[in-house]
T-cell receptor
C-alpha cells in the first residue's frame, strides 16, 4: 500500500527565512510520481511541483526547489526567502496508477507553514 | 478558462439525511475524482469517474455514490449521513491523455457539516 509521511505538523518562520518541508513515502511501484500541493485557507489545492521516479535531478523553480532521493524515499521541498503569502498547508502526495487507467493520489497529513513578519 | 467549480460551498445537514454535491471539471478534462478531507488530515480518495463509469473506489462505504454526466460534470451523493461525514469534499479533474502523470486540478471544495 502507498503511504506518505509528513512528520512536521507545523512550522513557523520569519519572513525571508528559507524553510524546508520534509516528505517520506512508501510504494512498491517502480513507476510513480510525487507532488507537492499548497492549500490556502480557501481550501483549493494548488499544484506546485511534480517529479517522476526516473528523474532524480533536483531543480529550482523561482523560490521553490526540491530534493528527491530515491535511496531514502524522500521528496523534500524548500521555499527560499519565504513570504507571508506562503502561509498555507502544504501536502506531499504520491500517485498510483489505477487498474483500468487513471490515477489516484495518496496524501500526507500536511505541514502547516506560518510565515510571520 | 474556468477551473474546477464545486457547489454548494458550504452546507449543514443532520444525521440520517442525504446530500448531493456537484462538480464541473476544468475545460478539456474528462476524468473526475472525489476526495474527502477531514479536519487536520490530508485528502482521502473516494472514487474516480471516467466515461460516465466509476473506475476505481477507495475505502468508503456504499453510502457514498456518484455519477458522471455526458458533459463530464459529476455528482457525489452521501446517504444516511453520520457525524463522521463532516469534512471538506474536494473534486479534482484531469485530462485522460495525461493520466499517467497523475496531476490533478482541484476545486475549492464543499464543506459539509453534519449535526
Amino acid at each position: 500500500a502507498q503511504k506518505v509521511t509528513q512528520a512536521q505538523t507545523e512550522i513557523s518562520v520569519v519572513e525571508k527565512e528559507d524553510v524546508t518541508l520534509d516528505c517520506v513515502y512508501e510504494t512498491r511501484d517502480t513507476t510513480y510520481y510525487l507532488f507537492w500541493y499548497k492549500q490556502p485557507p480557501s481550501g483549493e489545492l494548488v499544484f506546485l511541483i511534480r517529479r517522476n521516479s526516473f528523474d532524480e535531478q533536483n531543480e529550482i523553480s523561482g523560490r521553490y526547489s526540491w530534493n528527491f532521493q530515491k535511496s531514502t524515499s524522500s521528496f523534500n521541498f524548500t521555499i527560499t526567502a519565504s513570504q507571508v503569502v506562503d502561509s498555507a498547508v502544504y501536502f506531499c502526495a504520491l500517485s498510483e496508477i489505477l487498474t483500468g487507467g487513471g490515477n489516484k493520489l495518496t496524501f500526507g497529513t500536511g505541514t502547516q507553514l506560518k510565515v510571520e513578519l | 478558462d474556468a477551473g474546477v467549480t464545486q457547489s454548494p460551498t458550504h452546507l449543514i445537514k443532520t444525521r440520517g439525511q442525504q446530500v448531493t454535491l456537484r462538480c464541473s471539471p476544468k475545460s478539456g478534462h474528462d476524468t473526475v475524482s472525489w476526495y474527502q478531507q477531514a479536519l487536520g488530515q490530508g485528502p482521502q480518495f473516494i472514487f474516480q469517474y471516467y466515461e460516465e463509469e466509476e473506475r476505481q473506489r477507495g475505502n468508503f462505504p456504499d453510502r457514498f455514490s456518484g455519477h458522471q454526466f455526458p458533459n463530464y460534470s459529476s455528482e457525489l451523493n452521501v446517504n444516511a449521513l453520520l457525524l463522521g461525514d463532516s469534512a471538506l469534499y474536494l473534486c479534482a479533474s484531469s485530462p485522460s491523455q495525461v493520466r499517467n502523470t497523475g496531476e490533478l486540478f482541484f476545486g475549492e471544495g464543499s464543506r459539509l457539516t453534519v449535526l
